[in-house]
């Protein structure tokens, strides 16, 4: 088995958020207590509702934003107290927006060549030919390299932040939502060439998506979020085929199937997404669960791990999985 490359041990990001004019601020805990392993090698797809803080966690792994407790390692050093230009050799992110991650007024090739100016490399002549080599490698023609964005199609942008992200050969990339601001047609290109790079540099992806078809296409491993917890994880195939926690199933079940006839699919979800300021008790999922127990709203489930995966979630706890797991999918 490989080594983990991100280690988080308990990893809490807390926000003190108003909560009405001349009230006290209240505490959000956007990311709350997680453990996570990311391995060398392996693609981690994170998934789960706007607001579940896999943003947040994200940021945190980039060095952008410092747990409140708990403790993040990338490579084997400690993120806060690591130099910020070492964190950036580690690990580079692919945004969402292509249109805004892109500064206008630069051509391609500086864009690119930017990474090596502000991690110091200390080679400047071969960086016109490295920009030129990556441009290659992620399929941007050598003619656009004095071009501006707007100059080039979304697609095309989303190869400049990838090549951006690569020139100086990080060992971790995280992808958040690298292909949701992208024309249908461009999306499957961009999540190929994220592929076939993976496999020429090594690379370890951290995936976040809303987009359960393009976690299942890419990733070796899921973290399903709901409000700042990991409430499941496992290697893809068994999530998908085999999903434990009733947060799962849900999502799963409300990707819309191509068949027609079959109508809107109904998400299980009893109510809406909490709020995260004032978070139910006991297990925060209970209120939208189906499979409730009369124990959920009292008590905070226990973290079961079991055949490679976790789940957080009483029916795992009392012998009641098997139940649970009757109506796997097929
Ligand atoms: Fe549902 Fe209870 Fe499991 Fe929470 S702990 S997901 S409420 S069954």
């Not at 932040?161 to 992808?175: D, E, S, T, Y």
């Not at 669960?289 to 489930?301: I, S, T, W, Y």
């Amino acid at each position: 088995m490989s080594d983990p490359v991100i280690e988080a041990r308990d990893v809490t990001r807390t926000f003190m958020i108003s909560s009405g004019f001349m009230r006290a601020k209240k505490p959000l805990h956007a990311v709350n207590g997680i453990t996570l392993d990311v391995m060398r090698g392996e693609v981690l797809g994170i998934v789960g509702e706007s607001g579940c803080g896999k943003s947040t966690l994200a940021r945190m792994m980039l060095g952008l934003l410092t747990p409140t407790s708990g403790t993040l390692h990338l490579d084997g050093q400690l993120v806060g107290s690591a130099d910020r230009i070492e964190v950036a050799r580690i690990l580079q992110p692919i945004f969402q927006d292509p249109y805004s991650s892109l500064n206008p007024r630069k051509s391609i090739g500086d864009i690119i060549m930017l990474p090596l100016l502000v991690q110091k490399d200390p080679d400047p002549r071969t960086w016109r030919k490295r920009t030129e080599e990556i441009m290659d490698l992620v399929g941007l023609p050598a003619r656009v390299f004095n071009n501006f964005p707007s100059q080039l199609s979304g697609g095309q942008r989303q190869r400049v932040a990838i090549a951006r992200a690569l020139i100086n050969r990080p060992k971790i990339v995280i992808c958040d939502e690298p292909t949701s601001a992208l024309d249908v047609s461009v999306q499957s290109q961009i999540l190929n060439l994220l592929q076939d790079l993976r496999a020429e540099f090594g690379l370890t992806y951290v995936l976040i998506s809303h987009n359960l078809a393009v976690i299942e296409h890419m990733a070796t491993r899921v973290a399903v979020m709901y409000l700042g917890r990991i409430v499941e994880q496992n290697e893809t195939g068994n999530l998908f085929r085999a999903p434990r926690h009733p947060y799962t199933r849900a999502l799963l079940d409300s990707v819309l199937t191509p068949e027609p006839g079959l109508g809107v699919p109904d998400t299980h979800l009893g109510a809406a997404y909490p709020n995260p300021i004032d978070p139910p008790p006991g297990c925060t999922f209970h209120p939208r669960c189906a499979a409730v127990l009369e124990k959920c709203p009292k008590q905070f489930p226990p973290t079961l791990r079991a055949n490679g995966g976790m789940v957080e979630c009483h029916l795992y706890a009392d012998g009641g999985g098997k139940k649970a797991r009757k109506g796997n999918r097929k």
